[in-house]
């Protein structure tokens, strides 16, 4: 995902232009919060069904300027209500400080209404991603649809008319927008008197406006559909878009236009949020292994692993300084701040560990530089291709890793694998389970080898929205059928490795461990992400992911922190420290 930013970063601080980039006022950024609120509310959640067809990018382009020339609240209350008002003639925009009076209780009647399972629109353009998603059963839906006055009174519990009538929000501290979340038929049919103009087909960051726009949208959906509310409220994300506007009218590029967009969705502790260039299928391609590795170690990037032909030249435990002749701590300072994790330590962490991959993508050789344990700099101009490594020589994902214990890399293993193993299995007398990278999918068959009782796994909810901002969100939620044990049983102890990269589909297998006590976890806290993952598409330009169905855990929340192991490790630079640690511990037990 940092393909186009490392070589911004790598190019140190943006030189002076002899134009000045866009920028915006503190007034300006105030009424461009207020129209994205705005256009938030009314595209996902107007009931018409000729606004749920306009571009709402077109819409954002052309009234971004209008809108930033308003300079006191009662103009740009005048302004929106003159721009929303032909695309929603149900809303309301007025000045007041105070909330408006209640009005008279009326009796619940038929309508259309917008319901969302999670976010089922904004899909235009995502490819076969769209037909792998149906496939594996993450259906997400968003219609507007007819409801009886009985489905009315049931969608909104808390009765009329503060719900079935009307939705109000604040879009400023005096600034109020109003509208109908139910429509009659009549309305419901209603043309538009919007004028809709030539339509904007792709977001381009060459323009001011649709680089606001872009940042926009992307801060609407992750407010309106990002279904873990304590994580939103604690990243303050009202409060992102106010910094992440400015960032974006300055940006003179593509690439800071995702330097800026990003910057605002890694404030959300969520491995699952990326925010990339859409490209034609929907999906990427995988940078090759690289033999040069590295680890943080108490601030320092300290070498790992190094490619057999230049360990002559550079031993593992020496530190790397500088990158390209740039400092190496202010480069992962400039892209860990770019990537949602657990925390910022995490964060720095992952940006260590992702160096070579991502550099290696963008440049065709890079210079190194290196204190060794004398404390003498050497420096290096290696090309990516002497740091590559291979898929095909791989130790086997089961082996012997002392006497009498197993381990078993969970991303490789396979059941057949696994099957053809069973006499040496039964013979160990401990195991190691390695789930510090994405687990394969035949791990679940494995799994109930470890246990004489059935596997319960967390439930997953899909969350049924009809008002703004997630407010009454109804969770669906889904017990999992249990896994039903199978012979023979390998009741010997076991130790699952987990780290930052368990997350996801590896958090739902440690999270399985823990609540079956098939074993211990050992390492460093899970990454602190699961549930379904979504994907949408930001005016056919650019690709957003996230997490768009909540997880239920048996025990204490882990989104956003992690499951903690029942034997922390520090990390280590030494690639076999975390092996011996478990080696160790489960000789302990016999």
Known sequence: ??????????????????????????????????????????KYFYPNRHS????????????????????????????????????????????????????????????????????????????????????????????????????????????PPQYTEQYTELLTDSVRLTLPLVLSKARYQQRLRHRPGRRVRRLQASSMEQRLATTMLTWNIIRHFYPYRALLDSAHWTNALTNALPQAARATSEAELLVATRRMLARLPDRHVGFTPRTRTGFYITPPPYDLQFEL????VIVRRVPATLRPLVAPGAALTHLNGQPVGWLLDSISSLLPASSPAVARRLAVQGLVPKLGATRRAASFTFQDSTGQPRTYCWTFRQLRGSHYHQPPPLREIAPGVVYLDAARLRYVDFQRALPQLQAAQGLVVDLRQRPNYELLRILPHFSTEPLHSDSTAMPLMR?????????????????????????????????PDTYSYGETVASIVRRNALGSLLGQATGGTNGEMNFVTIGRACELSFTGRYVQPSGPAYQGVGIIPDIVVAPDWRPEAELKRAVAWLLGQQ
């Open 297 to 300: 170690i108490d601030s320092a």
């Open 52 to 159: 749920a067809r306009v571009s709402w990018e077109t819409v954002l382009i052309r009234a971004i300027p209008a809108v930033r020339r308003a300079r006191a609240d009662r103009a740009l209350t005048a302004t929106l209500d003159s721009l929303m008002r032909p695309l929603a003639s149900g809303a309301l925009f007025t000045i007041s400080p105070a909330p408006p009076a209640p009005t008279a209780a009326r009796a619940v009647t038929a309508g259309y209404l917008w319901e969302h399972h999670g976010l089922g629109l904004d899909k235009a353009g995502l490819g076969l991603k769209t037909r792998l998603m149906r496939l594996a059963g993450l259906r997400y839906d968003s219609r507007i649809r007819a409801a009886s006055a009985a489905e009315v009174a049931a969608a909104f519990p808390a009765g």
């Open 1 to 42: 995902m940092l393909l186009l930013l490392l070589p911004l970063l790598l190019a140190g601080p943006r030189a002076a232009t002899l134009s000045p980039p866009d920028s915006l006022t503190a007034r300006e950024t105030r009424n461009l919060t207020a129209l994205a609120r705005a256009v938030g509310d009314l």
């Open 467 to 499: 008002q703004p901002n997630f407010q009454h969100a109804v969770f669906r939620f889904r017990a999992n059928k249990p896994i039903t044990p199978q012979l023979p049983l390998l009741s010997m102890p076991k130790v699952f490795l987990t780290g």
